[in-house]
């Protein structure tokens, strides 16, 4: 009976011992699971930065080729490209131009904004007029600003472009329009500044509060400002809107406004002009 009993506690003891090492096997196993899975996971995250710091260094390998590749266009354009040293060029002697007529003279970044300014200076009543309409962008600008204070405005065009050429890349026929532009507040007036523009001021009396000239060539700005004469006092107002600073801007708008000036005696104020662009600003004095 005692081997009985002996046996007996051995299986039991067996059986608990058994159950112990499965016990331990399966939390031995869903730990090892666990850790399988965590590693998985860590895995996965370490591919993931991995991955994104490689496209980040290709991005950043395409940048530095996009540099490499811009800083040699422009040591090409420093050493070698005409059209370049001409903008240097006609860049510095605006830059000049300014110190000597224009030092205290606001400047502003967008030639809209040029524009704006020159409309608030505006204190004479009288005709408002722009020369070299295109597709109305400024002369909306320039109705808005003074068709509610009474003034008549009015856009002149040929709209098949420039007549002649004007500059480099800008070719007879530049500008031309396929459409007559609508221009709420003005009115619109076709043909070219000779043939249209005396009729139109036997027609309408009076100064010319403000001229907007956009007519980029010398022959055609000059023609305005002859025919415009003494309808220009004190207090008119004009932009001009390709005075410089581009290669050859002494031979156009410049110079059609300093013969007019030296012809006429006229006097006047440079008062504002475009920092990076070609817009100047000058009002007529006493």
Known sequence: MFDQFRKSARLKMQRAVAEVVRESDRKTRIEQENRHDQLLAELAANNGEMKRVLDELAHARGQVAAVSERLDVLEQRTRRDITHALDIRATAESAQFVLD????????RHPHDTL????????????ALEFGVAGGTTLRIVSESLRATGHEVWGFDVWTGLPETWRTGFPAGEFAQQDVPSVPGA???????????PGFLAEHPGPVAF?????????????????????LVPGSVLVFDEYFNYPGW?????????????RTGVRFDYLAYTADHEQVVVRIRE
Do not use: C, I, N
């Not at 007529?101 to 502003?108: K, L, Q, V, W």
């Not at 704006?116 to 005709?127: Q, S, T």
């Not at 010398?218 to 305005?224: E, G, L, P």
């Open 101 to 108: 007529h224009m030092r205290t003279a606001p400047a502003f």
């Open 116 to 127: 704006r300014y020159a409309l608030e200076l505006v204190k004479l009543d009288g005709l």
């Open 187 to 197: 009115q619109l007036v076709s043909g070219l500044f000779e043939d249209s523009l």
């Open 211 to 231: 001229a907007h000239l956009d007519a980029d060539l010398y022959s055609s700005t000059r023609t305005v400002l002859d025919l415009l004469g003494d309808r």
């Open 250 to 262: 002494q031979e156009h708008e410049h110079r059609a406004w300093t013969e007019f000036v030296d």
